[in-house]
Every structure is written in C-alpha cells, then in structure tokens.
C-alpha cells in the first residue's frame, strides 16, 4: 500500500522560507510523478507544483512561481517544495501526491492516484 507523509509545515513569518518534505512508502518511488496542491480556508484545490519521476521536469502554478521550488531525492523517497518570500496568501494546508501511471502528473487533481494527509503552512503578518 502505498502511504505519503508530509513535514516541515508551521508557523512563520511574512517573508520567511519553510521546507516542506513528502516520504514515500510503498510502490517504486523513482516512478512516480509527484505533485504538491494546498488549500486554504474556503478556497477550492489549487495546483502549487508538479515534478516527473526523473527529476527533469516540474511546473508551476502561477502564484508561486519564482518563489516555490520542487525537488526530488528518489534514493530518500522524498519530494520536497522549498518555499521561501512567503506571503500571506500562501496560508494553506498543503498536500502532496503521486501518480504511479504518468511520467508527468501536471495540475490536475485527477492524475494522482495517491494523497497525503496534508500539513498546515501559516503565514503571519
């Protein structure tokens, strides 16, 4: 079975950076496509970043880019999203996700098969 696990969400200040982390277990991590959405209060699903399984492609949602960074250890079975020039908006829980069929999951929710239980980022002014 197939298990993600986030870390490294918190409490920090506007402009500040966090990293968050997603540990895969379970299934061949280097060939899945990783991804990372977050949700804030009220607020539909929204795409933050996308990564292939090899490491050599990655996306961006609009209103992160220049900003956010996705990266991927696939000896560790991790995925990671460095966030830094943190705004107020980036306030969310944060989910990853993995899709085993794909090379390439891109930003639509459906792609991914498999869904972590999310960590909180909040940003304070």
């Known amino acids: 079975q197939v298990q993600l696990v986030e870390s490294g969400g918190g409490l920090v200040q506007t402009g500040g950076s966090l990293r968050l982390s997603c540990t895969v277990s379970?299934?061949?991590?280097?060939?899945?496509?990783m991804g990372w959405f977050r949700q804030a209060p009220g607020k539909e699903r929204e795409f933050v970043a996308a990564?292939?399984?090899?490491?050599?492609?990655?996306s961006y949602g609009d209103s992160v880019k220049g900003r956010f960074t996705i990266f991927r250890d696939n000896p560790k079975n991790t995925v990671y999203l460095q966030i830094n020039s943190l705004k107020s908006v980036d306030t969310a829980v944060y989910y990853c996700?993995?899709?085993?069929?794909?090379?390439?999951?891109?930003?639509?929710?459906?792609?991914?098969?498999?869904w972590g239980q999310g960590t909180q980022v909040t940003v304070s002014s």
């Open positions: 379970g299934g061949t991590f280097s060939l899945y496509a």
């Open positions: 996700a993995a899709s085993p069929k794909r090379y390439f999951g891109g930003e639509d929710p459906p792609n991914y098969e498999y």
């Open positions: 990564i292939s399984w090899s490491g050599m492609d990655t």
